[in-house]
């Protein structure tokens, strides 16, 4: 067990709709990245929060936002969702603000499936 | 040209076999390199870490990174039943940005 919790585990969604993804990363840990894997294109980065505040943004389409909260559990909300959207999405933390020189420790995943 | 390259494998090999993973990479900035296992459906987690060029060994596991080929390698000694997963390499620069991820090796380790 990592200690990055993720909600929920499985979705199914039609498309066009919105869903939330939660994340609540390891006690004492600041930061929060979240990434997409997908069986074609692997594991990608998303984006980042350290403290709540954004701090690195990677391909990230237009119609997922993220943020992170004062009690530093982060949402991921993705919409209008297409079927290409269906992915496992990760979140993971660390304790800094950069992810060289500290691990990083993934969440279980959220199986998101866009009927 | 993608950033990291990385075979997909999969491979398979019998236990007790010595077991070679790699990946090249383009981006010359990349200073960290990384190792991590991951099995079905469960989320990567860190095996091995390596700062610039050289060798980092722990317990059955040696990492390499050759920086002047661009070059970095994962060596599973007396491979057991339990390595088979997914290995996915990462790297990442000074900077810090994000980690990188090469798209994984799926091992099949049989007894």
């Known amino acids: 067990d990592s200690g990055v919790t993720q909600t929920p585990k499985h979705l199914i969604t039609a498309t066009g709709q919105r869903v939330t993804l939660r994340c609540s990363p390891r006690?004492?840990?600041?930061?929060v990245y979240w990434y997409q894997q997908s069986l074609d294109q692997g594991l990608q980065f998303l984006i980042q929060?350290?403290?709540?505040?954004?701090?690195a943004k990677g391909n990230i389409l237009e119609r997922f936002s993220a943020q992170q909260f004062p009690d530093l559990h982060s949402e991921l909300n993705l919409s209008s969702l297409e079927l290409g959207d269906s992915a496992l999405y990760f979140c993971?933390?660390?304790?800094?603000?950069?992810?060289?020189?500290?691990?990083?420790?993934f969440g279980e995943g959220s199986w998101l499936t866009v009927v | 040209q993608k950033e990291v390259e990385q075979d997909p494998g999969p491979l398979s090999v019998p236990e007790g076999a010595i077991v070679s993973l790699n990946c090249t990479y383009s981006?010359?900035?990349?200073?960290?390199f990384m190792w991590y296992r991951q099995y079905s459906r469960k989320g990567p987690e860190l095996l091995m870490y390596?700062?610039?060029?050289g060798n980092k060994e722990d317990g059955r596991f040696t990492a390499q990174v050759d920086k002047s080929s661009k070059y970095i390698s994962l060596f599973i000694r007396d491979s057991q039943p339990s390595d088979s997963a997914t290995y996915l390499c990462?790297?990442?620069?000074?900077?810090?940005?994000?980690?990188?991820f090469g798209k994984g090796t799926t091992l099949s380790v049989s007894s």
């Open positions: 929060y350290y403290n709540g505040e954004e701090r």
């Open positions: 006690s004492g840990d600041l930061s």
């Open positions: 990462a790297m990442e620069d000074q900077a810090g940005t994000a980690l990188i």
């Open positions: 993971a933390s660390s304790v800094g603000g950069r992810s060289s020189g500290n691990t990083i420790y």
């Open positions: 981006n010359s900035a990349f200073q960290y």
């Open positions: 390596t700062y610039s060029s």
